[in-house]
């Protein structure tokens, strides 16, 4: 990639001169898409970001959000995607991912007490999409397990539209006391600019203008030097640094390195204080020799943060550094100036020769970059066509989907208890993390729940109405474990914006998780875009990756297992509609998207008390599969159940904003929804451990260890 032509004139006029080499360079990767957004700026104003509890939205390196019930502890926010290094590498892809998201959290003052990973693939039956999965896995369960951070939550889909380009999206939440917090804005001149962790080396060189243009035949092979090697050792050394740093109080803003590397850590940081700074480059501790100040600026070495810091405490900032192992440099310092950086001339003398690189305003390197007018199709969405098929046929496939298959292959990689707070562990709806530090006097504290993920064939089929339904689906979640929703962040991936259908696809997710979000009063407080995911197997479906976060008093809640002893009923009201499906790609034909509550808050919360009824002994929320996958999912060794439905549409939707409950007190449930949405008794749950289906005339039945071989796929096609 390089500097395009209207850029380079655009901003030889704000110099007055020709670009530097290095300045070009810089502005390559500050102007991509990946660091500037060009492309999808204009969309991004459709987002709330406001709400009681927010502290700090959007445009920091992670958001922060209050937590209802607690004065003194504040939550982070963040996610980001690792799309093109992942297809490249998948094990060290992946794995900065991970580490990047850490770091944005710690540049925030807070300590990660959990993750999301929310994994896109090609077919499950192609050898490279295990691969693909495979490794990726691999790289998140060791760096997250190495460094001591839960990975509790997220999703795994697979859609042809991800065979030549995979989704990586990692999710942090963070914690810290409220009197904590530091920011990405610089705040005075004269304040010393200090490096601290590892060495810089020529690692993930140029991977900001690499993950901002599609993804070439060859990208394995060729674009390998773009993708940053991680470790997980240094990084929890870090992590432990950047607490002792916060303890004695020595930092004044921070950031941490990675998209563009030092450069866009540092221009950004005083470019938020509208200052400058005056780098020596040659100051950097490196890995490697003669490396050029084009290298030192833009390598992407992985474990690194830029500290803002007070003169008098930079010895102290040292020897903390020195207590944890890590690397110190003192790189420059904070000016009311330009972004200068300096490196020693050709006869090596620093005191008399240095040649300045780079000298810019930091607020046009950082925040000028023009954005994009681009335009947009309109989807169209299909009409009824609906398949003639065998019930019994279509439920396996549905229930054996990759999709809607066991993730337990995945989740029982990463280590979910490490820090002992997950106190509803990977597997139901939403994870919940007990925040013990907001516990009163009689042991009772804030549960902090999470839910992550997307569905790519909703917005592949309707990309507006499946975001709404993505966000929709992802509170539901919350729900089910008793939770309200707090706020969210999003990771926004799409194809080639330039396309108009794709960027109209695009505009679509956007739209439509900005007003699901608004109608459930979330606000959207921070996120990610991540475009030019197009390979030559064409681009990906627009895929609006949410997490969001919840709370609920005290820390317990219900299982979605069965216990085998109650009623079941189905809450919540139907779509309708087949649009969307896993029975739809698995058998074929085409509908149109199923409708959504148009007031759906009333009915999350009569899920989320009736989660917290006495009387209540299961709750599973319905989703990716329908009833099929939902009851499916909750029979057990010793508990199943015998329902009935009307036809494959009630057994298939997939309509959001719906949960199954078993309950011992079913005129308690069904009053609560009385006025707010649908109740259908569906039948009862039993010791049986089998699964008893009647679809209008027709019967299904099936044990435990029937539908534990369905729903293995993924172990089964990885061992």
Sequence with gaps: MSLADSDHDLIRAELGRDPTPEEAALFENLWSEHCAYRSSRPLLGAFDSEGEHVVVGP???????????????????????????????????????????????????????????????????????????????????????CIGVPTVGGSVAFHEGYEGNPLVNVACVGLLPSDRLVTAVAQEPGNKLVLVGNATGRDGLGGASFASEDLAEDAETEDRPAVQVGDPYAEKRLIECN???????????????????????????????????????????????????????????????????????????????????????????????????????????????RETVVDVPAELLADGAPTNDLDSGDPVQPERDLPDADLGEAFEAVVASPSTASKRWVYRQYDHEVGLRTA?????????????????????????????????????????????????????NLAAVGATPLAAVDCLNGGNPEKPAVYGGFKGIVDGLADMCRDLSVPVVGGNVSLYNDSVAGPIPPTPTLAMVGTREGYSAPGSALSGEGTLLLVGDAGGALGGSEYLATTGGSDRFPALPETPTPTLRAIADVADAEGTLAVHDVSDGGLAVALAEMVTDDAGLSAAVDDALALFDETPGRAVVETTDPESVTERFDGVADVVELGSADGSGRLELTVGDESLEYGVAEIRELRDVLAQGLD
């Design 59 to 145: 445009g920091d390196d992670a958001a922060v959000v209050s937590l209802p019930g607690s004065d003194d502890h504040w939550i982070t926010l963040g996610i980001e995607s690792h799309n093109h290094p992942s297809y490249v590498d998948p094990f060290d892809g992946a794995a900065t991912g991970v580490g990047g998201i850490v770091r944005d959290t710690l540049s925030m003052g807070a300590y990660p007490i959990a993750l999301t990973d929310s994994l896109y693939f090609g077919g499950f039956d192609r050898e490279h999409t295990r691969y693909l999965l495979e490794g990726v896995v691999e790289g998140i369960s060791h760096y997250g397990n």
């Design 243 to 353: 607490e002792a740093l916060l303890d004695e109080d020595l930092l004044l803003s921070a950031r941490d390195l990675g998209a563009a590397g030092l450069g866009g850590a540092s221009s950004e940081l005083v470019a938020k204080g509208d200052l400058g700074a005056r780098i020596d480059l040659d100051r950097v501790h490196q890995r490697e020799p003669n490396m050029s100040p084009l290298e030192i600026l833009l390598a992407e070495s992985q474990e690194r943060m830029c500290y803002e810091v007070a003169p008098e405490d930079v010895e102290r900032v040292r020897e903390l550094a020195a207590r944890f192992d890590l690397g110190c440099s003192v790189i420059g310092e904070v000016t009311d100036g330009n972004y200068v950086c300096t490196f020693p001339g050709e006869d090596g003398d620093d005191n008399l020769e």
């Design 424 to 476: 509803v562990e990977p597997g139901d709806d939403a994870a919940v993390m007990a925040i013990r530090e907001t516990e009163t006097g009689d042991g009772n504290g804030v549960g902090l729940a999470l839910s992550a993920g997307a569905v790519p064939n909703w917005t592949a089929c309707a990309p507006y109405e499946g975001a709404r339904a993505v966000a929709l689906e992802n509170a539901t």
